[in-house]
């Protein structure tokens, strides 16, 4: 494909087939997960093919976000880690979403937000994981005690939800970010865009914003 002067490389196809996997994963899982947390919602295991086939499903479906997360993490882990400007970034956020960004402090490659979002998110999953492995019925759940499994059913039920709500309003600020898109889609952002939203990743895309 030919490189657009007047738009910056943010992920390459490799970054952007991941999200989407983990994204389309973390979908069916909201979806499959549901079908077990109350049942009004357990038409919805229609969509699996009956609920015997949502409950082999569902550990299968979390091991392949768990996978595709894990490669997220590797791939992010360094770019999220919060320094001083990213906590002044959060402190102004306020203003921001009031529309006034002109003392926001200059955002990198990910802004306050997106990294305190990053690192819930590894919370929610490394719970997830571990609880969903302790009652994994099939192959796990007998070696622990009963009490163990009841346990690890609420840790799963409650970061579940944390998860979500953490989910809605990222694509929420995705939609409200207006481009960001973009950048998940197609994988460039316009110049313009990342000089408004990311000022000192630009700078360090473009030598110094010549
Ligand atoms: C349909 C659902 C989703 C949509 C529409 C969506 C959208 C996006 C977009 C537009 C970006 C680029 C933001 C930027 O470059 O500034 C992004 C980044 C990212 N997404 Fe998603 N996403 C979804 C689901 C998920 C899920 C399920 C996870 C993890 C559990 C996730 C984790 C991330 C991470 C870690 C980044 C990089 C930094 C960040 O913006 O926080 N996304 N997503």
Redesign the pocket.
Known sequence: MKSDPNKLL??TPFERAN??L??????LLALSGLVFFHPAFYPLNQLFGGGVWTRILHPFLGLV?ALS?GV?FFS?RKL?LMTPTDRAWLSHVREMVDGDDRNMPEAG???G???L??WL?VA??VLLILSGIVIWRAYFAFLFPAAVIRFASVVHAVAATV?NA??IF??Y???W?RE??????YGQ?RRAWAKQ??PAWFREMTGGGK
Request: some cysteine; overall charge positive; hydrophobic content about 60%.
């Open positions: 943010r992920y999200h989407w983990v994204a389309i994963t973390f979908i976000m997360f997220m992010y999220n490659k990910f802004n937000g997106q990294k979002l990053f998110l929610c999953m998860i953490l989910i990222h694509i600020a995705a939609i970010t960001s898109i973009d950048a998940m889609l952002v939203h990311h």
